[in-house]
């Protein structure tokens, strides 16, 4: 990464947007499996190598206090209770960390 350029500035970045369920403010931080492995097709777990990135912004009741939360509910509910593609979601996330990494 270049200078500046580190996962804490990244989370700190990511803490500034709205929920993504609910867009209510503020927000913690869930790690989500986002990314697929090329070698293998499989979906990389959460916390490990660059999927140490791939977070979402959450509002308390959408990450961990509601009974539809996504710790409740699992990742691929959740999803679809918010009409959430996780297609639609790697767009979203990708035109960020662009966002992100671009900005001086």
């Not at 990314?35 to 777990?45: A, D, E, F, V």
């Not at 190598?49 to 691929?76: F, K, R």
């Not at 679809?80 to 900005?103: D, G, P």
């Amino acid at each position: 990464m270049p200078q500046g350029k580190s996962i804490k500035s990244w989370y700190e970045f990511m803490r500034q947007r709205d929920c993504r369920g609910c867009h209510l403010w503020p927000v913690q931080l869930a790690h989500i499996r986002l990314l697929i492995s090329y070698k293998t097709r499989t979906m990389l777990p959460r916390r490990e190598g660059i999927n140490e990135w791939a977070v979402i912004p959450l509002c308390q009741d959408c990450h961990m206090n509601s009974g539809n939360s996504i710790h409740n509910v699992g990742e691929t509910r959740w999803f679809e209770n918010h009409e959430l593609s996780q297609e639609e979601l790697l767009r979203w996330w990708t035109s960020l960390f662009l966002e992100w990494f671009t900005r001086k």
